[in-house]
């Protein structure tokens, strides 16, 4: 089992800027890629960013330029720094962990809201 903790979510201003965490226990020697997803309300959920293990990077169309996903393997912590944030980037934001044996975990999910 893994188990994903994120935080750093919040109100900002369009313009603004945020960074958001996820911290990863239980069997983290098994997690290949990480990355983040976010889902409006009504929308589906779709990918903002991802990573693999040796630190190669995928970033959804919308966010291309402005966020950038990081990734600490000795603390087992992916990071979501987040630029120039939009109204659009009004999300609840999830971190997932893909696992060798264990499919994909996902965490509780931290709110961001993005004002005009």
């Known amino acids: 089992q893994v188990q994903l903790v994120e935080s750093g979510g919040g109100l900002v201003q369009a313009g603004g800027s945020l960074r958001l965490s996820c911290a990863a226990s239980?069997?983290?020697?098994?997690?290949?890629?990480m990355g983040w997803y976010r889902q409006a309300p009504g929308k589906q959920r779709e990918l903002v960013a991802s990573?693999?293990?040796?630190?190669?990077?995928q970033y959804g169309n919308s966010v291309k330029g402005r966020f950038t996903i990081s990734r600490d393997n000795a603390k087992n912590t992916v990071y979501l720094q987040m630029n120039s944030l939009k109204p659009e980037d009004t999300a609840v934001y999830y971190c997932?962990?893909?696992?060798?044996?264990?499919?994909?975990?996902w965490g509780q999910g931290t709110q961001v809201t993005v004002s005009s």
């Open positions: 997932s962990a893909d696992t060798r044996y264990y499919g994909r975990y």
């Open positions: 239980g069997k983290v020697f098994s997690i290949n890629d």
């Open positions: 990573i693999t293990s040796g630190g190669s990077t």
